[in-house]
């Protein structure tokens, strides 16, 4: 195992980066589960799939408590919603998007018969009034050009539905930094199926350990909601991105104090257990990573808000990994912070005693 700080960017794990590289947009994760099924499927005691397309990996089965991992597999991305008579494609959004982002770009679109090149369009600066240079676009001002002169034979090639995904895949940037399409939750699913990739070779496992590959975050933490329902878990911990806050224009009294290479960024708030929370910072500081806190006043974004609720209740965690220009084809990351956020949820699942409970 690599120690916490060893990790670089010429390191970059082949399963993180075949994550990174797939195309796994919300509802149409089929890229990351082949991923996922490849690297993982072998090694776990039980592994399973559901009909929202989560991917449930298992040690331990007679352990007790259990423990849920949670990383999610989908990524934004836009979905084909008109096509008109010159075969230009129109979009609405899977997930939040930044309006200045989509135009300009390359994208893949995942058709039946396989990835088609497009361009989103808008028009150009030189065709624009004054005030129109000042306007954001709005989603109908744009379009995905696929070079069709009609809409007939537009839709020889697209179906309305269609997903289509930014056309960026991974690089390093600066020693243990990189760049990624979708660290945003690529990063998190590595994570949470390492640590039981890892956990796999303990002889002595008093839990029962179950990682998920979540699907659909992105419109409303939909898999996490049935995963969480079918494994009952006692405790759970989600990893998924917080934004990195060390940037120009980032104001640290609205959005807080988060340092990119500053370490697994532990939550705290109601939705997450005071007796979890403990246990994650303690065994941090026992070994030697380096973590930051975060303030979380309600229900997280993440799909920790809709495991909490599962069942009885669950005990929640909340570990982000630092990320600076979320929802961008641009989003970077430090490795380091990777490997160390796998190495606390392998300490933790190790720290479990049999039939230990969370409640308080």
């Not at 058709?111 to 600066?125: D, N």
């Not at 994570?191 to 002889?203: D, G, P, T």
């Not at 002595?204 to 990682?211: C, E, F, G, I, P």
């Amino acid at each position: 195992m690599s120690s916490p700080t060893s990790v670089g960017a010429h390191k970059a794990p082949p399963f993180l980066v075949e994550l990174l590289d797939a195309k796994s947009p919300t509802g149409h994760e089929f890229a990351a589960q082949a991923v996922v099924d490849k690297y993982v499927k072998p090694v776990a005691h039980a592994y399973a799939k559901d009909a929202l397309g989560n991917r449930i990996a298992s040690l331990n089965s007679g352990g007790n408590p259990t423990v849920l991992f949670a990383g999610h597999i989908d990524e934004i991305a836009l979905i084909i919603s008109f096509i008109d008579d010159k075969g230009f494609l129109y979009f609405e959004f899977l997930g939040g998007h930044d309006l200045v982002i989509p135009s300009g770009r390359r994208v893949r679109i995942l058709t039946r018969k396989g990835p088609v090149l497009a361009i989103t369009g808008k028009r150009a600066v030189h065709l624009m009034s004054p005030e129109d240079r000042r306007r954001v676009p709005e989603r109908h001002d744009m379009w995905l050009d696929i070079g069709a002169p009609d809409r007939a034979t537009a839709e020889q090639i697209v179906r309305i539905g269609d997903p289509a995904v930014y056309d960026v895949g991974f690089e390093p940037l600066r020693g243990s930094i990189s760049v990624a399409r979708a660290f945003d939750d690529k990063a998190g699913c590595y994570i949470v199926m390492e640590a039981l990739l890892r956990l796999s070779r303990e002889k002595k496992l008093a839990a029962r350990v179950v990682s998920v590959g979540t699907t659909q975050e992105e419109i409303g933490t939909r898999g996490a909601q049935v995963a969480a329902q079918g494994v009952n878990p006692d405790a759970s911990i989600t990893v998924d991105v917080t934004h990195a806050t060390d940037h120009p224009d980032a104001d640290n009294r609205k959005f807080g104090r988060v340092s990119l290479s500053g370490g697994p960024v532990i939550a705290r708030g109601p939705n997450i257990n005071p007796l979890v929370f403990d246990r994650l910072v303690a065994l941090a500081e026992s070994l030697k990573i380096p973590y930051q806190l975060q303030a979380e006043p309600r229900p997280t974004g993440t799909d920790a808000r809709a495991i909490q609720m599962a069942n009885a209740g669950v005990a929640c965690g909340l570990v982000s990994v630092p990320l600076r220009y979320m929802h961008t084809p641009g989003e970077v990351v430090d490795l380091s912070v990777v490997e160390q956020t796998v190495c606390l949820l392998v300490a933790f699942a190790k720290s479990l005693k049999k039939g230990e409970s969370f409640a308080w």
